[in-house]
């Protein structure tokens, strides 16, 4: 978009949401979205005027309008802290520190109160239910078992895919040498995860990598799939929620923020099929206990500085442009 048009856009859109109490760019799924938006307006009586694409997209929009000087979103709710960790770096962010953050676990949210997680979406194993194995391990996908029967996402595709491979790159006894493993083993890597999910529930591969709420939805469909937290911990995306530095309605933002980590925010994600990052809420039908759950350390600071770097190295591995 030339930037006359783009400014044009920003100006527009940011007149047509001046009647709402709050402007949101998300990248929830629509019906997420909304369910968010009608929880908020019950909770607080706000009206909120929401836009909505993947991540990638959502943000190139943003950094269009902010390049032009009219940035309309006073708050973002999208897939991964490292995008908000560049713009946190970049004086972007507003930080607050919500008072509802107390009841999280360490680590979740960012130090400085840039952006808080709003759910947890993790990583793991999908098997087909008629498989000759039932996989505990991360190393199993690696195993003759599994030889040529493996599909994973694509980090060029997929930021939970890079966030996934970052994290396990960093996990002793796995490392980058745990995906050459699995390409010697004839692993795949390309698309994303609904992609992985439909090769695995196909019986065209038996095992793969995906994000846990697709399978777990899908078995409860009667689809042929099951769904493994690997005994060494999981990866997560936290779905994140910050605050724009240039937000016009900051205080109903911080309400958003809020909000969204409350008791009853987090009982919303619960209820649409989510991990709640808050403890002491109940996790969905078809998920282990959170006990169960291992989390594997994630900093989104070292992995923003090292994305280049290991999305290059993945795809030595695995071929550029998977």
Known sequence: MKPILAALAACLLSTAASAADLVLYTSQPNEDAQATVDGFREATGLDVEWVRDGTPKIIARLMAEIEAGSPAPDVLLIADSVTLQRM???????PYR????????????????????????????????????KPAHWKDLAGAEAKGLVAMPSPATSGAALIHAQTLANVDGLGWDYYRALKDNGAVAAGGNGA??????????????????????????????????????????????????TAR?????????????????????????YIPAREGVALPEGFPARADIKLLPFDPQAALAASTADLSTFNGIFGTGQ
Request: hydrophobic share 45%; glycine share 10%; aromatic share 8%.
């Open 88 to 94: 946190k770096e970049a004086g972007q962010l507003l």
């Open 98 to 133: 919500s008072p509802e953050a107390a009841a999280y676990p360490a680590g979740l949210h960012d130090p400085d109160g840039a952006f808080h997680a709003t759910k947890l979406i993790t990583t793991g194993i999908v098997y087909n239910t008629a498989a000759g194995m």
């Open 196 to 245: 992985v999910l439909k090769s695995v529930a196909s019986g065209e591969k038996a095992y793969g990598m995906v994000v846990d709420y697709m399978p777990i939805r899908e078995a409860a469909k009667g689809a042929p799939v099951g769904f493994v937290f690997p005994q060494e911990g999981v990866s997560a995306v936290t779905e994140p929620v910050a605050i724009l530095s």
């Open 249 to 273: 309605n900051k205080d109903a933002a911080k309400a958003f923020v809020d909000y969204l980590l409350s008791q009853k925010g987090q009982e919303l994600q619960a209820r649409l099929g």
